[in-house]
């Protein structure tokens, strides 16, 4: 029974403690922090302006007059389409790489990088969501909005996409959970998140069990949070219609 | 743009409007004249897919029509030159489902159009917002989201949110088709109120106490086209057409 003790406390000094190697799961989390939250922040962007594109497209090119300006938003419209359909269509890993030794091939900053082709990657996702969230708001409201005398422009901004939002928010948070669990194979472009974090101490103390079960761990309690705050804010959502 | 001075108290002047649907498989609007002269309330009647709600949307072009000119305040604003977000700040609408911004409450409602698109300050917006609940007794719910209203509150916030903009005309499709029968009394009464005070309106309704109580003008609708129109008195007592017989029987 002491000996069982000992042998673990022993491992966990060698892995953890000894030549501070705690710091590689530490340094590991505040990447993969940051680099979900960079792409979050870049593919709301991007779904944001993707999934308008696509809604007014839907909504409006059967009325539209004729002219230069519905063949540009034809245009704009397929470009979205292709975009979420090629991005949806290759393993997220593939996109990494290709982005990392093609793209930017160039750049030596692999946060940046991993930041903007997750980002790039999740905008496809996020589009849909917002897409989804923007057709699930009644046309009555923004028939309310133009007969008040607001353009398309100002309708969308004051009355449909502030409902849209809170009805995809519980989405959205999902999104950045799945998100933060797919950053874990950052480490093919040399980026050093918590798994890569942890699979270094792996590499360094020839002892598998403690470094991983410790990322996987910090994952898990991530993952559990945040569920939890997305729940909270369900219910929350449910009870007030506002 | 023509301005018809010479017919200054019409404030609006349709010209042959046609709607057809699916590439004129539908024709829900077939050739339609009328006008509508200030202070004037024209009450729209007819059976159920005759066009009403069609013609007051292309009043102001929340559908657009196929054919024939609208004119409001001598503007032709099916010219696609015209900006029509301009005239709609002048032409207020009413919705059978209200249609409130549920995520702003009444007062939101009522102050966001004045505010941006007017440039009033929000002082003078909730001043005149709030005066205008006053007049609806509703000042008491300035700070409720309308899921907290009843059926017959949200649509006289409605009505008084299309009054903030000042419009010259109120447009009303079905206002009270939507509500539960003890509520219409509450909405139709504030609808008088303002044809009283002088209030443009048009009126797509089923409520013929209504039309013969306020209307200036009944208008009788029936396969896109105008069947008749005269005074209610006229079009109640005295109907010419075998189709208005028949609707008038059974409706009342
Ligand atoms: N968006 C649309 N697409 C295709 N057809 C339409 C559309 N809107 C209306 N219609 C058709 O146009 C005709 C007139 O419809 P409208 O809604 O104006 O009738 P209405 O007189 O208001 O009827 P109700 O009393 O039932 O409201 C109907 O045949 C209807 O089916
Ligand atoms: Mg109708």
């Given at each position: 029974?002491?000996?069982?003790?000992?042998?673990?406390?022993?491992?966990?000094?060698?892995?953890?403690?000894?030549?501070?190697?705690?710091?590689?799961?530490?340094?590991?989390?505040?990447?993969?922090?940051?680099?979900?939250?960079?792409?979050?922040?870049?593919?709301?962007?991007?779904?944001?302006?993707?999934?308008?594109?696509?809604?007014?497209?839907?909504?409006?090119?059967?009325?539209?007059?004729?002219?230069?300006?519905?063949?540009?938003?034809?245009?704009?419209?397929?470009?979205?389409?292709?975009?979420?359909?090629?991005?949806?269509?290759?393993?997220?890993?593939?996109?990494?790489?290709?982005?990392?030794?093609?793209?930017?091939?160039?750049?030596?900053?692999?946060?940046?990088?991993?930041?903007?082709?997750?980002?790039?990657?999740?905008?496809?996702?996020?589009?849909?969501?917002?897409?989804?969230?923007?057709?699930?708001?009644?046309?009555?409201?923004?028939?309310?909005?133009?007969?008040?005398?607001?353009?398309?422009?100002?309708?969308?901004?004051?009355?449909?996409?502030?409902?849209?939002?809170?009805?995809?928010?519980?989405?959205?948070?999902?999104?950045?959970?799945?998100?933060?669990?797919e950053t874990a194979v950052v480490g093919y472009i040399a980026l050093k998140d918590l798994t890569k974090g942890a699979d270094i101490i792996r590499g360094r103390t020839f002892s598998p069990f403690m470094p991983l079960f410790a990322a996987a761990l910090i994952y898990l309690v991530l993952v559990m949070f945040f569920s939890w705050l997305v729940g909270k804010l369900e219910r929350r959502l449910r009870t007030s219609d506002h | 743009m023509t301005i018809n001075r010479s017919s200054s108290d019409v404030i609006i002047k349709v010209t042959g409007l046609q709607k057809h649907f699916k590439g004129g498989g539908i024709k829900a609007l077939d050739g339609i004249d009328a006008e509508i002269r200030r202070g004037e309330v024209v009450v729209i009647i007819g059976p159920s897919g005759s066009g009403k709600s069609t013609f007051l949307r292309c009043l102001n072009l929340l559908e657009l029509p196929t054919g024939g000119t609208i004119e409001f305040e001598g503007v032709d604003i099916t010219d696609p030159k015209t900006d029509i977000n301009r005239h709609r700040q002048k032409m207020g609408m009413v919705f059978q489902h209200f249609n409130l911004f549920p995520h702003m409450t009444v007062l939101r409602n009522m102050t966001i159009a004045p505010m941006t698109l007017l440039k009033k300050s929000k002082a003078e917006a909730e001043e005149k917002a709030m005066a205008l609940l006053k007049r609806v007794g509703l000042e008491d719910r300035h700070g409720a989201y309308p899921s907290q209203l009843s059926g017959g509150q949200k649509q006289r916030i409605a009505i008084v949110r299309a009054l903030c903009m000042d419009p010259e005309v109120m447009l009303f499709d079905e206002p009270t088709s939507a509500l539960d029968p003890e509520m219409v009394g509450e909405v139709l009464d504030v609808m008088k109120q303002l044809a009283h005070d002088g209030m443009t309106m048009a009126v797509v309704t089923h409520e013929m106490g209504f039309a013969r109580e306020v209307g200036s003008r009944v208008i009788f609708m029936d396969n896109g086209q105008i069947i008749e129109e005269n005074t209610p008195d006229m079009i109640f007592s005295n109907p010419q057409s075998e189709r208005l017989k028949n609707f008038l029987a059974k409706v009342l």
């Open positions: 029974m002491a000996d069982w003790i000992s042998s673990i406390q022993s491992k966990f000094i060698l892995n953890f403690i000894e030549d501070d190697r705690w710091r590689y799961l530490l340094d590991g989390l505040v990447v993969t922090l940051e680099l979900t939250f960079g792409a979050l922040v870049i593919g709301i962007a991007i779904g944001i302006i993707v999934s308008i594109i696509r809604t007014t497209h839907d909504k409006t090119i059967e009325t539209m007059r004729p002219g230069p300006g519905r063949f540009f938003l034809i245009l704009l419209n397929a470009v979205c389409k292709i975009y979420v359909t090629v991005i949806r269509g290759i393993p997220v890993v593939v996109q990494l790489l290709i982005a990392y030794f093609i793209i930017f091939a160039s750049s030596t900053n692999s946060l940046l990088v991993g930041t903007l082709a997750f980002g790039i990657n999740s905008g496809a996702y996020v589009a849909e969501i917002f897409r989804g969230g923007i057709m699930s708001i009644d046309a009555g409201q923004m028939e309310a909005g133009r007969s008040l005398g607001f353009n398309y422009v100002q309708t969308m901004r004051y009355i449909i996409i502030p409902q849209a939002f809170k009805v995809v928010l519980p989405t959205l948070l999902n999104e950045f959970i799945a998100l933060m669990k | -």
